[in-house]
DNA sequence: CTAGAACCTGACACCAGTGTCAGATTCAAG
DNA sequence: CTTGAATCTGACACTGGTGTCAGGTTCTAG
């Protein structure tokens, strides 16, 4: 698929596709012309891409990441280095940590909204 | 209490400290020299605006959410307007789609740090 | 063949909180 | 008083994913 389908379709913009492609995130076929062709595994993979960016990871982590995940593109998971193990679990711990922070900050929220309608 | 001390009770920078008071966070009182002097309540406080910059809300929402917390300074908290609540709802719904994303990731760094480690 | 939509690359800007440095001033203990 | 630690202001840089624009090329329906 194309780069506009694959954008529609992820709610991503095309811009930032293109960009993770340069991070090599991504590695999309090119049609004879030298427009990218996403296959249709392509579409779980920016989801996965975008939660974990959200979710605080820089793109060489996430590139390092990818092919240790299976389901990724049916392809066969490579195993994670210790190196990148001992990343992943600070990762995780970091993850776990703003997980905390959010709770917190929405209960702050919700007090806030509670007290202002009515009671 | 100094900047120096609030900053090491908080864990956050002096930096980070006098950018708050710029941003109109904290109003610490200055000594005769101009030194900054905070009441013990801005420890709290600090730690409160820390949570909600990670948690994505920007320095003015932050302002104009503090005064409408209790427990800020034991001063009577103010009504949110609104308008207010209606932004507060809106970052609460955010907050709240940044948690499940972060729940996935997490569970994705899992997977892929229990399959690394033996089977 | 042709027109318009879609796509290409490359470049510049932005955001907003934080790090860091420089040079001057204040504080507090001896 | 002296001296060293702490603080002050102001300025510059960075980060890194994303928006946007320009100028050119490819694709596809009619």
Redo the contacts between chains.
């Keep these: 698929m194309r780069i506009g389908e694959l954008a529609r379709r992820t709610g991503v913009s095309e811009r930032s596709l293109r960009y993770y492609e340069t991070q090599e995130l991504l590695r999309p076929e090119r049609t004879p012309g030298g427009h990218r062709d996403y296959p249709e595994s392509a579409v779980d993979r920016v989801v996965?891409i975008?939660?974990?960016f959200?979710?605080g990871?820089h793109s060489s982590k996430i590139a390092q990441?990818l092919p240790?995940?299976?389901d990724t593109d049916g392809g066969p998971?490579v195993?994670?280095?210790p190196k990148?193990?001992a990343d992943?679990?600070a990762?995780?711990d970091r993850?776990?940590r703003?997980?905390s922070?959010?709770?917190?900050?929405?209960d702050?929220?919700?007090?806030?909204?509670q007290?202002?309608?009515g009671r």
């Design positions: 996965r975008q939660e974990l959200a979710s990871l990441l240790c995940m299976r998971s195993r994670a280095t990148l193990v992943l679990t990762e995780r993850i776990d703003m997980i922070d959010l709770v917190r900050s929405r702050t929220l919700d007090e806030v909204i007290v202002a309608q």
